[in-house]
């Protein structure tokens, strides 16, 4: 389902009501540009690139958001898919609240997003508008001042004294008695502009402050007002400020309800996503890595990676290989083995039943698809359905699943269907004839004879509201290409990828770095294979990363070589490191200095 | 005309003749993003200002262009108008060069072309790519040192150490005695990788250097060129590059067919539009505001503005007034005064017959005929025609013209009509007649009659072109807003505003200038009317202009004023100058310092 800048308030219980009903959310965003455009680096520390996807959020903007909600149906042995599609673009035509926004667009992003037949009208004619946590607050914060009338006061210009005094006799003479004026229950100052408005507030406010002014077109009316009716006015005043604020909150409603949620959000290499989520929608990004962490794990407290779940895995790895871009894991995830569950799109719903990749709605459905057809996987094969009858023997590429007991309070938790085998042919007919049975059609109720497409549900939770164990290891970690590390943890400090061949160079000289020789370094390094360099930080190149594509030799020995090469080179001043002793050295500040480590 | 990037070389000949043909082009752009959004100064310095500019065309884009064509029509004594339009998208997706380009988008100014119906698709499917003139520069020194094989010099992989030593044998082998290899002609080295073709790429420059080697699919043919062969191959080669660059500079062919013509460019409001032509298409605008001005004069040696035309003429002033935006002086130059000459659209470009406000090309067109009129108007103010025949006289409400001998020679330079009364019924029925015989519509060559419409042409230069003298005072001087100058010039120094009601107000402590008490400072000016503060510019608010509504007293009296009011508050380090005195200032010391100034 699409949804437009024009349709978004009517939609909202739509929205409500599927992130309310699902077992959980998978999402996706298609950005205006792409971190550090045209950067090649092998390998990063995760300081550095963490701040790179901030300064990204800073830049570029979500302009697309997908979500897909999934939610069990029992009665018909399926999940049924709700996928969502929003263009966001911060229009200021909407509402009262019109924040000002300037970002970047990359021309390669767009070209990108044109193969995909990205509509640049829909964005910018019916994208939702949005406003940060932040943002609102600082605009209640303002209003709540103006309308306790707080502000500070002005000065009178000379040309304006008569005005007010004739003003201040005109309401003394009220207030003396009301009954000898022409408008017993108040009194009205014509006034001329804006500044003129100002300044009989600001007098009511001095000289005679248990009376009230109100601001009408052309006259400012004074009133007095019981207690009663002065709470009652403050009270509509400031409805009508949280009514403007939450016509501009706008898209960020959405984010809000899937965070209050609480339910388990599902992306596919999502660190970026993430990112831009909490950068767009909630507040600027933390400085600090260990901030970031925090926030983004209280926003959306069980995030899974499936990129991450197929490189962490090595029951998946083994099954799928290497490939996990996501239209790879939707091809492998097709495969028989990865029937269950049967996945369905909601009736009114039915804007995917034709591909469109990289449209965000669409990716959306895809991840949580496969990210169900994973999930079921692992639990079969740490749960084997008991050996089928000889005539419906697994096909012989397919490895025997292990034998093994299932207790019977587990069979019963999964339902009466074997787990995966859904190919039912005869129920299929017989739901194809009921549907032909016309009266049947129109008189539908609760206990219909729904089909049942058979097909398991593994809940995400146990019964402590803690994930299930077969995916609990991958919760909370998210895949983080070119690092040494294995995965960008939202909990934990991360571990160190001890397969990456690599060493960290930098100038020993700690009291003036001096920019590293690094012709000559990877020169002494290539004698060991191919390999190339790449500086490590923001630090004037006075350290550098040294990466392998495959080191054969032991990475100690090399280290010596090549110092000892720098030596006979008569070049000074380099210190270099194995990555395993450089990383445990960076976990080691970051365990015993916690966030100061982030300062370094 | 609309151009698509599709389109866009196949058109380059339509564009080139109607650019060839006319007698001036009228500009106009959209853009991705204004100038610091909401700032809201009343008073700006030069500097300051230009210094705005240029950051803007550092972030923003022209994402559309607009140009008009205007060609004097003598046999049918009208103007013919070709007007074109254009989006431009950096796209990478064409041709070989593809500079990757992130640029700024404001929110409020899609919101803007959005009211216009702007395309967003258009934009970025259609949009058509560009070079600079530095970044083609660029790319073919590049390209020049690749062709001349003056790369540096890589270190041989020890793996690969053999493979060298091998093709060297082989080259050896053959350079000893072709006619005893398999071929006569030439030896072939296979090769695996990139890699492995850079080392015989060096090993031939190094071991063979009368040798040439010529990359091939897998592998690289070596051969013996003569000198003209090798000659006839470098120039290939360069020609090659040399095509690659024609293809990616793209839309910058029309600002340099433009520029090339030295035409007279009209523009409305054009400083901006002046500023973003020259920072996209042809180079980053240097820091200092005199050097652009010659830059800007050499790529457009004739710039009128239609805004300043109407600002600065006292005829048009009192004929029009102070509604100088361009859609007023479309309606003020409909009236019958503004009736000269008559311009139509060339039969090919009709897709303005219907009015596109705010569409770049419609924009230009518009621009050109209000120029056109406004020009013709001046040159009947100045030159009047004779007398009417009483029968004919002008209406009441119009202002006499005064009578004037008119020379003979001057009166046969205007043709034969009377300079602006073109209403001739007789002729246009004939007109109409005509086009109804069908004999004449298909025989239609030089020596046709063609209805002739009998309005004037004004040149825009003299024989000497120079500017024609009604129009000299605007050439190369555009508007300049919410400044103390009259107008930009690309010429000259500027002209002070006398009318400006404004002091200049700075830290007199020059050696620690410390942030103004603005607050103190505005309250006590407001003594003598409606004034509001801004800061001067990037100086941590150490300087500031106060910018009067309509000040009634004498400025000189009043600064002494203010000066004993601060004494009395005990308000120090302030230092206060009328505005006159303030801009003879600046610019005196920028005639005596010429470009030190911008630096201040």
Redesign the interface.
């Known amino acids: 389902m699409e949804i437009s800048r024009q349709q978004f308030q009517s939609k909202i219980e739509t929205i409500r009501e599927a992130i309310e009903e699902c077992d959980f959310i998978a999402v996706d965003t298609e950005l205006?540009?792409l971190h550090r455009?045209?950067g090649s680096k092998r390998l990063d520390t995760l300081d550095n690139r963490y701040t790179e996807y901030k300064e990204a959020t800073e830049?570029f903007q979500i302009i697309q958001f997908g979500f897909c909600t999934f939610t069990w149906d029992e009665r018909s042995g399926r999940y049924m898919a709700k996928p969502f599609n929003f263009y966001i673009?911060?229009?200021?035509?909407t509402g009262r609240i019109q924040p000002?926004?300037?970002?970047?667009?990359?021309?390669?992003a767009?070209?990108f997003?044109?193969k995909q037949s990205?509509?640049?009208?829909k964005?910018?004619?019916q994208g939702i508008p949005y406003l940060t946590v932040t943002e609102e607050q600082e605009y209640i914060a303002e209003a709540r001042k103006r309308i306790r009338d707080d502000l500070p006061d002005i000065?009178i210009?000379?040309?304006e004294k008569l005005f007010v005094e004739d003003a201040k006799k005109k309401i003394a003479k009220w207030v003396e008695n009301p009954k000898k004026t022409d408008d017993e229950s108040g009194v009205n100052i014509s006034t001329r502009n804006a500044?003129q408005r100002r300044l009989i507030y600001q007098e009511v406010r001095k000289s005679f402050p248990d009376l009230t002014a109100e601001g009408r077109t052309g006259f400012i009316r004074i009133v007095r007002l019981t207690e009663k009716q002065l709470e009652k006015r403050t009270n509509e005043q400031m409805a009508r400020v949280q009514k403007d604020c939450d016509d501009a909150v706008g898209f960020r409603k959405v984010i809000d309800m899937i965070s209050a949620s609480r339910k388990m959000v599902v992306g596919h290499n999502m660190l970026l996503d993430i990112c831009h989520i909490i950068g767009q929608f909630i507040q600027p990004l933390p400085d600090n890595v260990n901030e970031f962490k925090k926030l983004a794990h209280k926003v959306f407290p069980y995030m899974v990676d499936t990129k991450y779940m197929c490189a962490a895995s090595t029951e998946l790895q083994s099954r799928i290989g290497a490939g996990t871009a996501l239209e790879n894991l939707r091809f492998e995830t097709n495969q028989e083995l990865f029937k269950n569950p049967y996945v369905d799109m909601s009736i009114e719903f039915p804007r995917y039943l034709h591909d469109k990749e990289h449209e965000a709605g669409y990716d959306a459905y895809i991840t949580g698809l496969v990210f169900l057809k994973l999930h079921s996987y692992l639990e079969i094969q740490a749960n084997p359905p008991p050996p089928k009858a000889p005539e419906e023997e697994i096909k012989q590429e397919e490895p025997e699943p292990v034998k093994e007991e299932v207790p019977e309070e587990e069979r019963k938790r999964r339902g009466n269907t074997d787990g995966w085998d859904v190919s039912d042919e005869e129920g299929e007919d017989a739901a194809w004839l009921e549907s032909d049975n016309e009266d049947d059609q129109f008189n539908q109720d609760d206990e219909e004879d729904v089909y049942n497409y058979g097909s398991t549900r593994y809940p995400l939770f146990d019964q402590d509201r803690q994930p299930a164990s077969v995916i609990a290891n991958y919760v909370n970690k998210v895949v983080m290409v070119r690092t040494a590390f294995l995965y960008f943890d939202f909990i934990d400090t991360e571990t160190i990828d001890h397969t990456i061949d690599a060493f960290y160079i930098t100038s020993s000289n700690t009291q003036q770095p001096s920019p590293l020789p690094q012709a000559d370094i990877l020169?002494l390094f290539?004698?060991y294979?191919?390999c190339i360099i790449d500086t490590a930080g923001d630090d004037n190149d006075a350290s550098a990363f040294v990466v392998f594509e495959n080191l054969k030799e032991d990475p100690n020995a090399v280290k010596e070589n090549v110092l000892k090469g720098l030596a006979a080179e008569e070049i000074k001043d380099v210190q270099i490191e194995t990555i395993a002793k450089y990383y445990e050295n960076v976990l080691l500040l970051r365990n015993n200095v916690g966030q100061e480590i982030n300062k370094e």
Not at 89 to 93: L, Q, R, S
Not at 101 to 108: D, I, K, Y
Not at 118 to 121: A, G, R, T
């Open positions: 205006s540009g455009p045209g830049r673009f911060p229009t200021g035509t000002n926004r300037v970002f970047m667009t990359q021309a390669q767009f070209d997003l044109a990205f509509d640049f009208n964005w910018v004619y000065r210009d000379e040309k500044y020169a290539a004698e294979g191919k």
